[in-house]
C-alpha cells in the first residue's frame, strides 16, 4: 500500500505539478525577459540641466532636444525630458489598447502573445 500511494504521489507529481510548475516558471521568464540591471557604475554621474533643454512642439511643429553630456547623461535627460509627453501618449495608446481588448484575460492573453512573437527581436535591431 505504501509503495502504491509513492507512485501515485511521483507519477502525480510529475503528471500535474510539473507542467503546473514550468507554466508558472515560463510566465515569470517570459514577463521579465525585458528587465536589465541598473548601470551601477554610470548612477554617479549627474546631468547637467543647465545645457540640455527641450523646445517644444508648439514653436516649430515638432519636439526638439539640445542635449549635452555623456551618452548616459544625454539619455537620463532624454529621460527627464520626455516624460511629461511620452505619459501622455502612453495614456493615449493604452486608452485605445483597451478599446481594443476590453476583457482582461485577452488582453493579458494578447501581450503573452505579442511577448512571445517577438522574443530574440532585439537581437536584430
Excluded at 544625454?74 to 481594443?100: D, N, V, W
Amino acid at each position: 500500500m505504501a509503495l502504491l500511494k509513492k507512485l501515485f504521489l511521483k507519477h502525480f507529481s510529475s503528471l500535474v505539478l510539473g507542467p503546473i510548475l514550468l507554466a508558472m516558471t515560463y510566465g515569470v521568464c517570459l514577463l521579465h525577459l525585458a528587465t536589465l540591471p541598473k548601470p551601477t557604475h554610470l548612477l554617479a554621474e549627474k546631468p547637467d540641466h543647465s545645457k540640455s533643454f527641450l523646445i517644444h512642439k508648439s514653436k516649430y511643429g515638432i519636439h526638439q532636444l539640445v542635449l549635452n553630456g555623456s551618452a548616459y547623461q544625454r539619455g537620463r535627460m532624454t529621460a527627464e525630458l520626455m516624460a511629461p509627453i511620452m505619459r501622455r501618449q502612453e495614456q493615449q495608446l493604452m486608452s485605445e489598447f483597451y478599446k481594443f481588448f476590453p476583457n482582461p484575460f485577452l488582453r493579458y492573453s494578447f501581450i503573452l502573445t505579442a511577448m512571445r512573437w517577438f522574443w530574440g527581436v532585439d537581437r536584430y535591431v
